[in-house]
């Protein structure tokens, strides 16, 4: 009794967790969960930030560096007295402060040169991260619109299984009538089990597909999900008309990628003569505030010696000239022109992408546009054919033969024709995609 009560808490348990009300998706509502769960976009954020951090410091480079030094000390030894010529041995306690300043005026513009190498870095980054939200919603979008045509396609199997069981019972009713000879109706049994078997088969890859969705929005597998259908109009989708050229010259200036690869070339280039620049004397000045106190002298208090007696300022101006570093500037700089040599053939790649990316869209988006037009029409043609061979097997006319392979036209056109409606959704989010205009405001409830 024990067992059989704990195993009814579980099976309970497990029914509770499966019976719980469903999430209502919206596409836009499920884009908006993935990019705000997508642990690579966070990632990209957290450098971006990173960056923001070096962008800043370089900016606050061109202000003094200050420094505030306090030193306390015991001297235990001999100590030579320059006034009277003697050595004494003397065990001292010492407080030294002081407040130091250093400004460089000239050092071959390598601060300068930084700030815009920093910019470059940010704008880089900053369009990468544009770039990866855009690849998180083509994703999305296109798992969301499977599961739109996998819920389709379990309607479609569920139809068919209707109708083929229908059927089936007309058939079994003539049969006892003795119209028909059994074979037609061993043969109906068989299209109803396989009928029942595609129901199966369109259930699980609907399950698989959610499965797939929920580990994209990283929540619970095991979530139900009520989707909706996008707000995209079709047939004005199937009835667009683009130029080739004017969807690359919008790819040219939309997509990210491409700008991010333009940004770090452009911050190779500042690189480089931010590593010149170390070649070039360095002009600077410097300004110092110090101050001592020592127990060993006479008559004289930490106040009076402190901040009296023992003050003291230096100022004035430095030149340093590099001659020799072990040839470390040298290759620096040869590490620099490499990079810039790589961000550049990267540039040159990327632009070869963005041109590939937007004639295979282009030609995939006119091929499905077709397709889809095709497929409507053939759907039309074959939902006439399949009323009228039932009516004509209903009246005698046409066989079970006739009447079963109209069936079978009608669902394999209602198939086509879903995935051809679901197929030009997908090219129409990777024409948005391939040039770079995919973008969320603009996604559709």
Request: proline content about 2%; overall charge negative; glycine content about 4%.
């Amino acid at each position: 009794m024990k067992s059989i009560l704990i195993l009814t808490i579980l099976v309970t348990g497990i029914s509770d967790i499966f019976a719980q009300n469903p999430l209502n998706l919206s596409f836009k509502e499920a884009v908006r969960i993935a990019l705000d769960n997508n642990i690579g976009l966070k990632q990209e954020r957290n450098n971006l930030n990173a960056i923001q951090a070096d962008r800043t410091s370089s900016y606050a480079s061109l202000a003094p560096d200050i420094d505030a030094i306090g030193v306390a000390f015991r001297s235990d030894g001999n100590f030579f007295i320059e006034q009277t010529g003697k050595v004494v041995n003397t065990l001292s306690d010492n407080v030294f402060g002081s407040l130091d300043a250093r400004v460089t005026f000239f050092n071959g513009f390598s601060k300068i040169n930084t700030i815009k190498r920093e910019n470059h870095r940010f704008d880089a980054q900053i369009n990468r991260i544009d770039r990866r939200e855009q690849d998180i919603i083509g994703n999305v979008a296109v798992q969301y619109l499977t599961i739109l045509q996998d819920q389709e396609q379990v309607i479609i199997a569920n139809e068919n299984h209707v109708n083929q069981q229908v059927l089936y019972d007309q058939i079994s009713t003539m049969f006892e009538l003795g119209s028909i000879a059994i074979t037609d109706k061993y043969d109906q049994d068989f299209r109803v089990k396989n009928a029942e078997l595609e129901v199966i088969r369109a259930e699980n890859r609907l399950i698989n597909d959610k499965a797939l969705l929920a580990e994209m929005l990283m929540v619970d597998p095991a979530t139900e999900f009520v989707l909706a259908e996008p707000g995209w109009d079709i047939k004005d989708i199937s009835l667009e008309d683009y130029n080739i050229q004017e969807l690359y010259d919008l790819a040219l200036n939309n997509r990210h990628d491409l700008e991010s690869a333009i940004e770090d070339k452009r911050a190779a280039m500042q690189n480089i003569k931010v590593q010149k620049g170390r070649y070039i004397p360095t002009v600077s000045g410097f300004f110092s505030l110090s101050s001592r106190y020592s127990d060993q002298t006479v008559s004289r208090d930490f106040e009076e010696q402190f901040v009296v007696d023992n003050k003291r300022q230096q100022y004035g101006f430095r030149l340093s000239i590099p001659i020799f570093a072990g040839y470390r500037s040298r290759a620096n700089v040869i590490n620099a022109k490499m990079i810039h040599e790589n961000a550049a053939l990267e540039v040159d790649n990327q632009e070869i992408t963005v041109k590939t990316d937007v004639i295979r869209a282009y030609q995939n988006f006119r091929d499905v546009a077709l397709a889809y037009q095709v497929s409507f029409v053939q759907f039309q043609a074959a939902q006439k054919s399949q009323e009228t061979q039932r009516e004509s097997y209903n009246l005698g006319i046409s066989s079970l033969i006739e009447l079963s392979q109209a069936n079978n036209i009608f669902v394999e056109a209602q198939t086509s024709l879903s995935r051809a409606k679901y197929a030009l959704l997908f090219q129409k989010i990777l024409m948005d995609y391939a040039t770079g205009t995919l973008q969320f405001d603009h996604l559709p409830e």
